[in-house]
């Protein structure tokens, strides 16, 4: 353990991270920044021929932040697990979706393992990232990397540390949000707080590797379940003649004992309507039901129906039918203002109002081509004529995008993101969430 301490002390410690997405990368340009020679490990040959050239592909992260390290020969990136064999350090960052039943789809983490272990040396630590369920460390990288070669806490170090990639996030990047760290042991523990302790300004020892698995869940649970209860606080306003947008806003004025959430077309990304099923499903093993993941899910995956019945009720309420109408969706991203369409609600809504027949275009600025859940398509110029539509339904409200022209051009808008508040026109034409 000293002598792999001291590797990390001196920056001497080859690191190698599994994985060089939307989480490893900016670790990737952490370690590298932080004095470490750090490879990117990926299967992704675009994404390793882009980092090797010292250029990024993904927004939060700029070139500028890339190419110096990889000019100094400190930064590298590869498609060839043999590099797993020289690295001191092995950070994982590897996808952890859901299967079609919603349950975990664990094959990346197993594969990374996998590798792992083929390659594996003594006195390697092991920080798995990966979202997943309470006891994925303990129970499935511990055996397969100590199994009985190597003794847990003195040859071979693991620990877990959940994600907490955030992005667009101009104010919180990898270095100042605080890291929660996990070890199998309390040795294991020590030399990944001494690893994270050189990139990250403040580490957040907990007591196992379990313990920090479920931080992340908690955290993911905690906005799934809050948005699903103003989604429903929003189906029951409807109902009731009252703007959710104001109650929410005016409730937001309390000074303690509230913290709002808005309402909106479904979930996205790859982490809140995600996480907590990864919960669930351990749960159900238990024989325990997760009665409010569940009834969150149920609201959160049932709200691109909702907006599909709004534009079908709007566009009736013209004398028109979907089946033949031109619908265009503004925007596509899974959040405001980034590029990141990952389990956008907008691909559940193109598909059903194709489903009714309808011919469905969309326009996002930072979404130029998709391809998701079937849905390949290309987005409208930023010119696009909004009054060539018979709906344009706003999903993502992304700031570049002129609201006061859709208002002023688009014969009829569904809006569920209530970005058109405080634009000025003619509201008698908005449907509102």
Known sequence: MQELLKKIEDRSAHIVVVGIGYVGLPLVVEFAQAGFSVTGYDKDREKVRLLGLGESYIGDIPSSALAPHVAAGRLRA????DVLGSADAIVVCVPTPLNKTKDPDMRFILS??????????????????????????????????TAGRYELGKDVFIAFSPERVDPGNKTYGTRNTPKVLGG????????AMALYGKIIET???VSSTDAAEMV??????FRAVNIGLVNEVALMSRKLGIDVWEVI???ATKPFGFMPFFPGPGLGGHCIPIDPLYLSWRMRTLKYQARFIELADTINSGMPEYVVHLVQQALNGERKAANGSKILVSGVAYKRDVADYRESPAFDIIHQLQELGAEVRYHDPYVPECDEGGIVMRSEPNTVAYGEYDAVVIVTDHASVDYARILREAKLVVDTRDALRKVEGDKGKVVRL
């Open 78 to 81: 590869t498609t060839d697990p």
């Open 112 to 145: 990374a393992s996998d590798e792992i272990a083929e390659h594996q040396h003594p006195n390697m630590l092991i920080v798995l990232e990966s979202t997943t369920y309470p006891g994925t460390t303990r129970e499935v990288l511990v055996p397969k990397l």
């Open 184 to 191: 199998a042991t309390p040795g294991c523990l020590e030399v």
């Open 203 to 205: 580490v957040v020892p």
């Open 216 to 221: 992340k869940l908690l955290e993911n649970t």
């Open 249 to 251: 806003r005016a409730a």
